[in-house]
Every structure is written in C-alpha cells, then in structure tokens.
Nanobody, 123 residues
Framework: QVQLVESGGGLVQAGGSLRLSCAAS??????MGWFRQAPGKEREFVAA????????YYADSVKGRFTISRDNAKNTVYLQMNSLKPEDTAVCYC??????????????????WGQGTQVTVSS
C-alpha cells in the first residue's frame, strides 16, 4: 500500500519556525495537502499543492506565514511554517489524492493519510 510519512514536528516558541516533511512511497498522486486537528476541534485544511503544475492553495489563517513546496527527486512535500502562533498547535497530517479535480480543501477528496506529527507552539 502507498505510505506517507511525516516528520519535522516539535515544540517551538511563538514567532518561531518549523518545517514539516512528507515523504511518499511513490508518486501516483495529483494533489498533496496538509491538514491539522487541535484537541476538541474539527480537522481543518491548511495547504495543498498540485504535483505536476505546482499550483498552491492556503487557508486564510496561514496565508503569508506558511509555504508549501515539493521536491520531485525526493518525492517529498514540505510545509514551511513561519511566525508560528499558539493557535497553530495541533497534530498535522499529510494527505494525498488521486483525483485531478475537485475541492482541495475537503478532506474527503484525499485517499491516503500519514500518521500525523505534533506541532506545539508555546507562549
């Protein structure tokens, strides 16, 4: 089965930065994205990228602070997170979709998910 493995989570102070990585076992996807879920809250969309075209999408809450990118040679997607806030504390999940169209912000579009990595931002 296809596997997605996240890394790069950790503890950081407000205003700091973290870079998350998501390595895919094989590139058979059109879109890859990041979602996050805080305790007691619903899963929310963070960012997404089209693998071939490179089009990017961001949630309003992270625009200007987060950047999603990809590395074809390493078959890896990254999420650079700058100016982190305590509100960013959550478990972050990497997701991949085989669909070439649709709403990229909807979790149901994605077929494969990583195990999640914890991001904690302290005050």
């Amino acid at each position: 089965q296809v596997q997605l493995v996240e890394s790069g989570g950790g503890l950081v102070q407000a205003g700091g930065s973290l870079r998350l990585s998501c390595a895919a076992s094989r590139r058979t996807f059109y879109t890859m994205g990041w979602f996050r879920q805080a305790p007691g809250k619903e899963r929310e969309f963070v960012a997404a990228i089209s693998w071939s075209g490179g089009s990017t999408y961001y949630a309003d809450s992270v625009k200007g602070r987060f950047t999603i990118s990809r590395d074809n040679a390493k078959n890896t997607v990254y999420l650079q997170m700058n100016s982190l806030k305590p509100e960013d504390t959550a478990v972050c999940y990497c997701a991949a979709s085989v669909f070439s169209s649709g709403v990229v912000t909807t979790a149901s579009r994605y077929n494969y998910w990583g195990q999640g990595t914890q991001v904690t931002v302290s005050s």
